[in-house]
């Protein structure tokens, strides 16, 4: 526990307050990008219970989100009352230059480790992601 927060401050991203054409980007807006996937569409209402907001706060950050062409929503194939929500490519490239560490950063991290210490470091990290998926797993299944 002591560790992470040294790992994140050397390797922490400044955040991105804007999308390519200038619009300003909330907080809130970039947590719901960090949601959203370019190929797998989910539901404003899914995505509002998931992050602990209203539909109708939801609704708004998805209008905006929309209007600045970060998202996408359409009508479900099967289903013509449900709202499905994408990514867009212009989303897409906001949402990774918004995420919490920046690879060149990491990548230094491991240049300056012998091999070695490289190659453990990895397996632990590769270790600590195996069981953390696990248990991501086990929290959805008791929520659903």
């Not at 990008?33 to 706060?57: F, K």
């Not at 632990?124 to 991501?136: P, R, V």
Request: proline share 4%; glycine share 4%.
């Amino acid at each position: 526990m002591a560790a992470y927060p040294t790992i994140y401050l050397a390797c922490h991203r400044e955040h991105v307050h804007a999308d390519e054409q200038g619009n300003p980007i909330t907080e809130n807006q970039a947590s719901v990008l960090d949601h959203l996937d370019i190929a797998r569409p989910t539901t404003p209402s899914r995505l509002a219970e998931h992050m602990g907001v209203s539909r109708s706060t939801m609704s708004s950050t998805i209008s905006r989100l929309v209007h600045t062409g970060l998202v996408t929503r359409k009508r479900a194939r099967n289903d013509h009352r449900s709202i499905e929500l994408t990514l867009t490519l212009a989303g897409r490239r906001v949402q990774e230059q918004n995420t919490v560490l920046n690879p060149t950063l990491v990548h230094q991290i491991f240049t300056l480790m012998p091999a070695q210490e490289a190659d453990s470091a990895l397996a632990g990290i590769e270790t600590l992601a195996k069981y953390a998926a696990i248990l991501l797993k086990r929290r959805k299944r008791e929520r659903d």
